[in-house]
């Protein structure tokens, strides 16, 4: 950053009021929210305050607007994270339990408290680890305090902020055309190398070759963000890959969908964000966390983002000499995963290797003339963190998979439901 840019970043950051207790807390579900929560997983929120509310608000209104001159904004993400345990199990599940439906909808009004300040024995309290991401990430040991929603009411400001109207507004006046991934791929007759990171239960792949720079997903480990904001001891390859990251400098991103394992990892570009973007339709979901929907919106005002439509929902979408990208095929409308989008690399004129990249779609999602069983891929990258899934195509329990090479994003401890053997 320059001297100047970082002055802007501390002002901006200084209007959000992080130091602020009364905030807003909404769930971070994945995918299958009826999981009962074991012990050892990592449970994200994400958490609003008045002033966030306000700013985003204004920065929604002068895009929508159009307003030539725009204050300084970045996308960020606020949240609170703890692990479950022997001693907070039980809440956790009340909470989910009772507030399943509201916080599916909406925020809950929470009080943000010191790490060992005192409240009542009778409340719903967690005590975690605060984090706020915009280059670089900041912890704080905080206790989260929820408290009685029947008296304090959410700010209508803030059911705007995250409204899907809102969001295909901006969208919709910033669309790009496909034809600009053209000048960010390379041709066939360039060579590279790509390295996957083992960021453990998370995605992230980088590609390299002369000036081209390509990053398949940014994501980061749950576990290992909690273990880094209370200085636990996380495993020295995963934070020595994260430090490498912090180095690269993509020019285009491919998101496979929006989940936080594969995008929150944003916080690690520090050579600046990539020219293009590329990630299926954000108003699929059927919930979309207001960090997820900054990151949005601010890729939408910098006409950065290439949007992958529903409309192409089990076909091709584009398709070069180096690349091409499918989306999913969901058959279910709350499958997240199943909406994203499928990279794969060669196969064409650029090289006879084949690699594809899936995200966490699931197999039976795959559109048919990918099916695993009559394309000769080299490399897989296992859909959703080697997760139980349905298979679509029976023959795949028996695929010979000799000299071919399957690589899982796993993570230690692993809550998906995996299955590796």
């Known amino acids: 950053m320059t001297d100047k840019n970082r002055e802007e970043h501390n002002q901006f950051i200084k209007k959000l009021h992080l130091e602020n207790q009364k905030v807003w807390a909404k769930m971070i579900f994945d995918d299958k929210v009826d999981n009962e929560p074991s012990v050892g997983d990592i449970i994200l929120f994400s958490l609003v305050n008045k002033a966030m509310i306000e700013v985003d608000e204004r920065f929604y209104k002068d895009v929508l607007n159009r307003s030539d001159e725009i204050s300084y904004y970045t996308p960020y993400i606020y949240g609170f994270m703890v692990k479950v345990d022997a001693n907070n199990k039980e809440i956790i599940k009340k909470i ?3 507030n399943r439906q509201q916080m599916q909808k909406g925020y ?10 005192g409240f009542d024995s009778s409340a719903k309290t967690l005590r975690g680890i605060s984090f706020f991401s915009s280059s670089p990430f900041i912890y704080k040991g905080r206790t989260l305090v929820f408290l009685n929603g029947d008296n304090e009411d959410i700010p209508e400001e803030l059911l705007d902020c995250q409204a899907k109207e809102t969001m295909k507004r901006i969208r919709n006046q910033s669309q790009i055309e496909a034809n600009r991934l053209n000048e960010y791929l390379p041709s066939r007759r360039s060579k590279g190398t790509i390295k996957i ?5 998370a995605e992230c792949s980088y590609f390299t070759s002369n000036s081209y720079k390509i990053m398949f997903d940014i994501g980061v480990d749950k576990k290992w963000l909690y273990e880094d ?25 491919f998101l496979s969908h929006w989940d936080a394992d594969h995008i929150i990892g944003v916080s690690l570009l520090r050579n600046g964000f990539p020219n293009l973007w590329v990630a299926p339709d954000i108003l699929e979901r059927e919930t979309i966390p207001m960090g997820t929907a900054r990151l949005h919106n601010y890729l939408c005002y910098k006409k950065q983002l290439l949007t992958v439509l529903r409309e192409c929902n089990g076909r091709r979408f584009y398709c070069s000499d180096f690349l091409s990208i499918y989306k999913g095929n969901p058959n279910r409308e709350d499958a997240n995963n199943n909406h994203g989008i499928i990279v794969v690399i060669g196969g064409n004129d650029y090289m006879n290797e084949r690699i594809i990249f899936p995200g966490d779609c699931e197999y039976e999602a795959w559109p048919e003339n990918l099916d695993i069983t009559r394309n000769p891929y080299e490399v897989l990258i296992v859909p959703h963190h080697g997760a139980a899934m349905a ?6 329990g028996s695929l010979s998979c000799e000299k071919k090479f399957a690589i899982f994003s796993y993570g ?10």
């Open 108 to 117: 809950l009004p929470c009080k943000l408290m010191p790490l060992n300040s």
């Open 197 to 201: 990171y083992n960021v453990g239960q």
């Open 412 to 421: 230690k401890g692993n809550q998906y439901g995996g299955s590796v053997k």
């Open 229 to 253: 904001g209370t200085s636990e001891n996380a495993p020295s390859v995963i934070k020595k890959n994260y430090n490498d990251i912090c180095k690269c400098s993509p020019k285009v991103m």
């Open 391 to 396: 298979l679509g195509n029976p023959s795949l």
């Open 96 to 98: 989910i339990k009772e």
